[in-house]
């Protein structure tokens, strides 16, 4: 159900953090939307520096006005979006370059976000500490199979 929409601007207050890459936004006509960060993966909760991230994003955006630029929508109905916050940061660009989220490689062939990335890696900045890191995409896969397997185990008995 992955539909387009053609990229609009949005503007509103953040109200409410669920996740590094995930947010609710109070527009001006007091309608409440959901935003998910385009091109990018915030660590799941449970998994290292997903505190950091959500952190990150409160410090920069919680409380205060930002800009949403939609860029579609999901197949949960959120906004996946580039947010722009201050004096026109982009906050998924920042999340990467900050070593606190991955380049989302599967839905993006952005140059800049992979430099971005590159570079965390490179200085070892957040979860680029982790000598093997996982991306939230194989952990959330790992823990489905995981699943999967304890249902099969338990069907045996």
Known sequence: ????????????????????????????DATTVKIRLANIDCPEKKQPFSTNAKR???????????????????????????VFYGDSINLNHQLVKNGLAWHYVKYSKDTLLQSLEDSAKKNRLGLWQELNAISPWQWRANKKEASRLKKLNKNKD
Not at 11 to 24: A, L, P, R, Y
């Open 1 to 28: 159900m992955n539909s387009k929409v053609k990229p609009t601007i949005l503007t509103g207050k953040v109200i409410s953090i669920m996740d590094g890459d995930t947010f609710k936004l109070l527009t001006k």
């Open 56 to 82: 990150f994003v409160s410090e920069a955006i919680f409380n205060k006005n930002v800009t949403v630029q939609i860029l579609k929508k999901d197949r949960y109905r959120r906004l996946i979006a580039n």
